[in-house]
């Protein structure tokens, strides 16, 4: 191939890794896209969380727990939720994994906080947010 065929297939490349990503953030942003998948370059553009706490109690007492407290599956899923930097509402709302994470406990209530950066694309400003879900065992 001539210097000039090569040139024009490597501007070719280029340009398709530039445009897709552009493609890859506008879906991120718009259509709910992991950041991670499709080639993952939308990843370098999504703040990540500050911080997931979860705390345990009984009784209204706190109970203190460490991740070796815990068995390694609900460790893994809870850690699969933080990495994925998921909304707490998927975190919350996985009433299996809350109430697996109750009885290795003992608790009965659980409450998850999410501290986060977000970005409100349209003013171009960064906010601090927190969520806060709460769980409690039926009586």
Do not use: C
Not at 44 to 67: A, P, V
Not at 114 to 119: D, P, R
Request: proline residues 1%; positive net charge.
């Amino acid at each position: 191939m001539s210097n000039r065929t090569l040139h024009i297939i490597y501007s070719v490349i280029i340009v398709i890794a530039f445009v897709w990503l552009g493609v890859h953030h506008y879906l991120v942003k718009n259509n709910n896209v992991n950041p991670w998948k499709l080639g993952g370059l939308a990843m370098y553009t999504n703040l990540h969380d500050l911080n997931m706490d979860i705390r345990f109690y009984k009784d209204r007492q706190e109970l203190k727990f460490s991740q070796d407290d815990l068995s390694e599956k609900s460790v893994k899923t809870v850690n699969k939720y933080y990495n994925r930097k998921s909304s707490i509402g998927d975190l919350a709302s996985n009433n299996r994994l809350i109430k697996t994470l109750a009885n290795e406990t003992h608790a009965d209530s659980i409450v998850i906080t999410l501290e986060f950066v977000k970005i409100d694309y349209h003013t171009k400003k960064i906010t601090k947010q927190k969520e806060i879900s709460v769980w409690q065992q039926d009586n």
